[in-house]
């Protein structure tokens, strides 16, 4: 009786071990096909990290034996098995969730061009995300900006009442508008970012160490947005070494001219909030680094017109880049490429992989996709 009753739970335990399995591999075996539907290449890392760089250190002014470190940036970083020999830093405005996913949580560019075998770095600027500490007072208030950065992203033309409404959306956009998850990701996705022409400095000096460090690599391209691309330019103008290669800036709001061209826009220079986008003058010589540059790329949606004040400045730019030698380009993703209802963050539309095939073919035609030689020594074993 027992010795049945022993056999019965055990047979009952393998059949539910057994359909427990079947479950298992049912499930294993969607989301493979899933996989392979997809045609992803495996991400094979050689080592990640993350490292603070530059800053300063500050005295307690009641007690000097109390200190604060400060006003660092942040720099975390992937590194393929088999990586090519240029970087990509990708330096947000918003946050790096930009960078790590698409509006509706798929993947971003950070694992694409992983899979691509580009070296990945994640950049947090001075105060912000991972490199928060301030060495001054900071004072927080909410700003209620969740209806504003919908048009500032480009969402729509006009901010909403609450939750967007389907006519509230600009027709085609690239972004789930019935995903209320994907909007809830999307207005949670942004720091407070300090935009002041004094921020601008106090992060370009940090990324230009960053950059003049040897722990880039000697071949950066920043992919940049918004605000991020004004600050990309003015660390290439602040970096000493010639390892900063190219730009790939998408909807840059500010840019870098030099000092006495009679064609540059007036120079902003308080450093309050009223300069927090330039324009930026700097002198000759250290605007002709842009100009070194391999290759520059202004990317621009098809929602913002030609007479937006950006859209002329970054023409502008580009012209006196080239002027003095360089390559630099303006890229409308609607009427040069018909990419057609980019938001001001197309890196993370539902079409980034066409977005981001348009960086390959950057990447290639400028000759910075070549593998390295081996694996890199200028990360700190």
């Not at 960086?359 to 910075?368: E, G, S």
Request: a positive charge; one cysteine or more.
């Amino acid at each position: 009786m027992n010795k049945n009753k022993n056999q019965a739970v055990k047979a009952g335990r393998r059949g539910r071990l057994g359909l427990g399995l079947l479950a298992a591999a049912l499930i294993l075996g969607s989301a493979g096909a899933a996989f392979a539907a997809e045609k992803l290449k495996p991400i094979k890392l050689w080592r990640s990290g993350g490292f603070a760089v530059g800053g300063q250190v500050i005295a307690n002014p009641e007690n000097a034996g109390e200190t604060l470190s400060c006003d660092h940036g942040y720099m975390e970083y992937f590194i393929p098995w088999r990586p090519r020999r240029t970087s990509l830093v990708m330096w947000h405005s918003s946050s790096p969730q930009g960078w790590q996913n698409r509006w509706d949580g798929g993947e971003g560019y950070k694992d694409k061009f992983l899979r691509r075998d580009y070296p990945v770095f994640l950049w947090d600027g001075p105060r912000v995300g991972r490199a928060n500490w301030s060495c001054e007072p900071i004072n927080y208030v909410p700003s209620y900006r969740d209806q504003g950065n919908f048009t500032a992203w480009l969402f729509g033309p006009l901010r909403p009442q609450g939750y967007p409404k389907p006519g509230d959306w600009y027709p085609g956009v690239q972004f789930p508008t019935t995903n209320a998850e994907a909007w809830n990701q999307a207005t949670r996705a942004r720091y407070d970012e300090f935009d002041t022409g004094a921020n601008i400095q106090l992060q370009t000096d940090a990324a230009a160490i960053a950059a003049d460090s040897g722990k880039l690599g000697d071949s950066i391209v920043y992919l940049t947005n918004s605000a991020g691309g004004l600050r990309a330019m003015v660390t290439t103008t602040k970096a000493t070494k010639r390892n900063i290669q190219g730009i790939v800036t998408y909807e840059s709001i500010g840019y870098v001219f030099p000092e006495g061209d009679p064609e540059a826009p007036p120079a902003c220079t308080d450093p309050g909030p009223i300069c927090a986008f330039g324009p930026i003058h700097v002198p000759l010589a250290d605007f002709k680094k842009l100009a070194k540059l391999t290759a520059i790329q202004f990317v621009w949606g098809d929602n913002r017109p030609e007479t937006d004040r950006f859209v002329i400045q970054s023409r502008l730019a580009a012209k006196l880049i080239n002027r003095y030698g360089g390559n630099a380009r303006v890229l409308v993703l609607g009427r040069d490429a018909k990419l057609w209802g980019s938001t001001h963050i197309p890196f993370a539309d539902m079409d980034n992989e066409q977005v981001a095939g348009l960086l390959d073919k950057f990447l290639a035609k400028n000759r910075l996709d070549s593998y390295a030689a081996g694996r890199p020594s200028w990360i700190v074993e």
